[in-house]
């Protein structure tokens, strides 16, 4: 049960993230229900890397060789500088908009349709 | 697939550019032809250009371009049943968007854990 | 010597150019704009010559694969990995090879084009650092034989992307579109995420011909097919998902937008080569056949009936283009729906591969071609409504030419490319199911008096008073658009020699699994 609660994590995050970016109207919400989602992805990544009494994959006086791979740490920093990025174009996007339009209200911004 | 020279077969039928091209010069030699037979009288200025609007006098022609908003009117008003249910779904709020994305991640999987 | 090194490494040298030239670009263009010019213009035709390098070598060589910190660039499995390739590979087959033809061929005319048409805007030092960034990130799409890789390019596109889209503010629109774009765009790459997780956890490995030997279809597996492909079908615009795809497409600078059309169809790839190379006949492919069908005869469908009503020409277009890539759902669906099946793959399904395939290329080079036209003419009259034009063929005689060999060629007007690509796509899908075929040959008449519309409300009609101080586009705006009609006809005239040379490699390469993963893991 214990080792089950990354999984457990990453299931709330999610619901959590997709109620956020369906439901709400603020697209600053929006926004952060994207983050959320974001780091559901990156729990499930590491969780799924996690192995129990495994050490770091450094030779170098290492206490024992039950080593992990290294590669999910590996996606998951990538990932993160990617939602980073991904998080401040969308919110300097949010910030013109804002500007613009005077309302971070999805329902209001709507000039293109149809 | 069988690829002989400038014909391509689809399986079904046959295409070969060679020969349209061919039919296509064709028939522009025989439009050249036909033009050929016509008067060499026409006079372009003179009242031979204007339009002929059963004697009355016509409107002034950049007054009388249709514009592109108004083409295939007839259409879409015979279409309204369709138009009037497709065209609000495009809705501009990304929400909604969003919506849709799910809504076939949903079907979906229900599809393809049901279904195979 | 140095011919050999860049003949070896031609693979990420096909990334790191324009990587390189769009992080050098804003440094540059403080020298002067001339050399920004020539710095852009070097770093593209660089680009191009290097795909065409590569290109060369998958057509002479096979599936070319380059090993990223190897001794070797063949040495895809190191000695002692246990089997695995644990390293980042890129893997270039005959399909791939392909989407970079049309990439470097696009990239090339388009940023020729932009050279021209966007001089007189500011912040152009980063404006063609996305536009180089954009053309590394598509190749690297296109190329890459790894899951993870694939999501890291596909993020970068989607940036380079909205921040294109972005770029002419127009009181906030652009902007609209742009985070309309990057919503969809970001939540699609979170689905692929999810769906490399579950399947990394699962085989243990990213590589993809790795994760095709290993194919079981577990429940999970599900999960993630079911999430790849939603979050590609997205990402190529595809009914009911394709909704940003008027409103970026219509708001982009009009360079951009033939780009973003490519960039779009490099989604579409990896949708191919998920389903195909991933999942292939471990799964009921009927079904998923059925899928991609369903949703292709809605986009065509959808797609075109929704441009007729249009009064923005640009957004017109774009309608055009989520129908257009209804039809290349359609051939390769009909290929994937009888995939099982030996007697009918040959009988009809690997021409309704071709055809799919044939109209990629083909689109992206007329569609390319009128956004180009529609943007040439933007930039003359300042105005892209419908109601507004007219009379423009007075003026701008070699536009209006251009226009019609492209507007001809997506209605499917012999002897224009896109005959040959949907005739290739009817006749097959007839076999298949005649209803699809009718539906398609349908929508390729509406296609066309969507863009007798078009014509008749930009060109024709009496020459208008405001329009009168109008000039025909720059001379360098008109080589690009030559460059693409040039194609266009090309292809249109010697279909078979494109087809026997470079689509049925690329279908076959689609559908031969085993050798994909032999060219990676070594004979199996």
């Known amino acids: 049960m214990f080792l089950n609660l990354p999984y457990v994590t990453v299931v709330l995050l999610t619901c959590l993230g997709i109620a956020a970016i369906l439901f709400k109207r603020n697209l600053l919400k929006i926004l952060l229900g994207i983050n959320i989602l974001e780091s559901a992805v990156n729990l499930l990544i590491i969780a799924i890397g996690y192995r129990e009494g495994g050490v770091a994959p450094i030779y170098t006086l290492a206490p024992s060789t039950n080593m992990v791979l290294p590669t999910p740490q590996a996606l998951v920093l990538t990932s993160i500088v990617i939602g980073v990025a991904t998080s401040a174009l969308l919110l300097s996007f949010s910030i013109i908009i804002y500007r613009k339009y005077g309302t971070v209200n999805v329902n209001l911004i709507r000039e293109l349709r149809e | ?116 | 010597m140095i011919s050999d090194f860049i003949w070896a490494n031609s693979p990420i040298l096909l990334v790191a150019i324009p990587l390189i030239g769009a992080f050098i670009c804003p440094l540059i263009g403080k020298v002067s704009t001339d050399v920004r010019r020539a710095w852009v213009m070097g770093i593209v035709t660089l680009t191009t010559a290097i795909a065409a390098i590569v290109v060369y070598r998958v057509y002479t060589e096979g599936i070319v694969t380059y090993v990223f910190g190897a001794a070797a660039s063949g040495m895809t499995v190191p000695m002692d990995s246990g089997g695995i390739p644990i390293r980042i590979i890129f893997t270039i087959d005959p399909m791939g090879a392909l989407m970079e033809i049309i990439t470097a061929v696009v990239g090339f005319s388009v940023i020729f084009y932009s050279l021209s048409a966007d001089a007189r805007r500011s912040g152009l030092e980063q404006y063609y650092t996305l536009f180089l960034l954009l053309i590394a990130s598509v190749m690297g799409m296109v190329s890459t034989g790894d899951l993870f890789n694939f999501f890291v390019f596909i993020e970068i596109s989607s940036m380079a992307c909205a921040g294109l889209i972005a770029y002419r503010i127009e009181r906030g629109r652009a902007v609209e579109a742009a985070i309309k774009y990057f919503i969809i765009s970001t939540v699609a790459a979170i689905f692929l995420l999810f769906a490399i997780a579950i399947l990394y956890g699962e085989y243990n490995a990213l590589n993809i011909a790795m994760i095709a030997s290993r194919m079981q279809f577990t429940p999970l597996d599900k999960v993630a097919l079911v999430l790849i492909v939603v979050a590609l079908l997205a990402k190529c615009g595809a009914v009911p998902m394709h909704f940003w795809t008027p409103d970026s497409y219509g708001l982009a600078p009009s360079a951009v937008t033939a780009m973003l059309v490519v960039a779009s169809q490099a989604s579409l790839y990896g949708l191919f080569r998920f389903v195909f190379t991933m999942y292939n006949l471990t799964f009921t492919a009927g079904m998923m056949g059925w899928t991609l069908i369903i949703i292709g005869v809605l986009s065509m469908v959808i797609g075109v009936t929704m441009a007729i009503p249009q009064k923005d020409v640009k957004r017109l277009m774009a309608f055009h283009a989520v129908s257009q890539t209804g039809y290349m759902l359609l051939g390769v669906g009909v290929g994937l729906a009888v995939l099982g099946n030996a007697s009918l793959m040959d009988q009809f399904g690997r021409m309704a591969m071709e055809g799919g395939i044939f109209h990629i290329i083909n689109h992206a080079m007329y569609k390319g071609l009128l956004f180009l036209t529609a943007g040439a003419i933007i930039y003359r009259v300042g105005t892209r409504d419908l109601n507004k034009l007219g009379g423009l063929g007075h003026q701008m005689k070699w536009t209006m030419v251009f226009f019609i060999i492209g507007a001809l060629a997506i209605a499917g007007v012999p002897p224009l490319n896109g005959f040959a690509s949907k005739l290739m796509i009817y006749e097959s899908v007839y076999l298949f199911n005649p209803l699809l075929s009718i539906i398609a040959m349908v929508v390729s008449i509406l296609t066309l008096a969507s863009f007798v519309k078009v014509f008749h409300s930009i060109f024709m009609g009496p020459q208008r008073p405001e329009f009168s101080e109008v000039k025909e586009a720059p001379r360098p705006m008109l080589i690009a658009m030559g460059i693409l009609a040039f194609v266009v006809i090309l292809f249109g005239l010697i279909p078979v020699q494109v087809v026997s040379t470079l689509i049925s490699p690329a279908a076959h390469a689609l559908i031969d699994r085993a050798g994909y993963i032999a060219a990676v893991l070594g004979g199996v």
């Not at chain 2, 249910?85 to 709020?93: D, E, Y």
């Open chain 2, 1 to 116: 697939m069988a690829v002989d020279g400038l014909v391509l077969s689809t399986g079904y039928g046959l295409w070969s550019p060679l020969a349209w091209i061919v039919t296509f010069v064709i028939a522009l030699i025989a439009c050249y032809l036909l033009w050929r037979l016509g008067v060499s009288s026409y006079k372009p200025g003179t009242e031979q250009s204007a339009p002929y609007l059963s004697g009355n006098k016509a409107d002034d022609p950049t007054a009388l371009h249709v514009p592109g908003g108004n083409l295939y009117w007839g259409f879409i008003e015979g279409l309204k049943w369709y138009y009037d249910r497709i065209i609000p779904l495009h809705t501009g709020i990304v929400t909604d968007y969003l919506i849709w994305m799910f809504g076939v991640a949903a079907i979906l999987l229900v599809l393809v854990m049901v279904v195979i």
